[in-house]
Nanobody, 118 residues
Framework: QVHLVESGGGLVQPGGSLKLSCTASGSVYSIFVMKWYRQSPGNERELVAG???????EYGDSVKGRFTISRTDTKDTIYLQMNNLKPEDTAVYYC????????????WGRGTQVTVSS
């Protein structure tokens, strides 16, 4: 089993920065990719950024150049550094993981709210 817990959300003004964290516990060795998704009211959940166990990184088009995903050497925690935040970045941000044993089974954290407003 793998348990994901996000933290770091909050209220920030446009142009500001926030750093989110997601820590995995349990069978962390079984994870091959961890991602950040976000969802705002009335919209579908969208990919923000992802990092594989091998270190490959991808970003959603709307955050390229502003957000950076990283992780600890132990590979059990990922971060999302969000800079130059815009009101349209307001959403609940979810941590996602997939395991080698069941790559089609999405594991989710409970999410953390990010609100960008003046």
């Amino acid at each position: 089993q793998v348990h994901l817990v996000e933290s770091g959300g909050g209220l920030v003004q446009p142009g500001g920065s926030l750093k989110l964290s997601c820590t995995a516990s349990g069978s962390v060795y079984s994870i091959f990719v961890m991602k950040w998704y976000r969802q705002s009211p009335g919209n579908e959940r969208e990919l923000v950024a992802g990092i594989t166990r091998g270190g490959s990184i991808e970003y959603g088009d709307s955050v390229k150049g502003r957000f950076t995903i990283s992780r600890t050497d132990t590979k059990d925690t990922i971060y999302l550094q969000m800079n130059n935040l815009k009101p349209e970045d307001t959403a609940v941000y979810y941590c996602n993981a997939r395991r080698y044993s069941n790559p089609n089974d999405d594991l989710w954290g409970r999410g953390t709210q990010v609100t960008v407003s003046s």
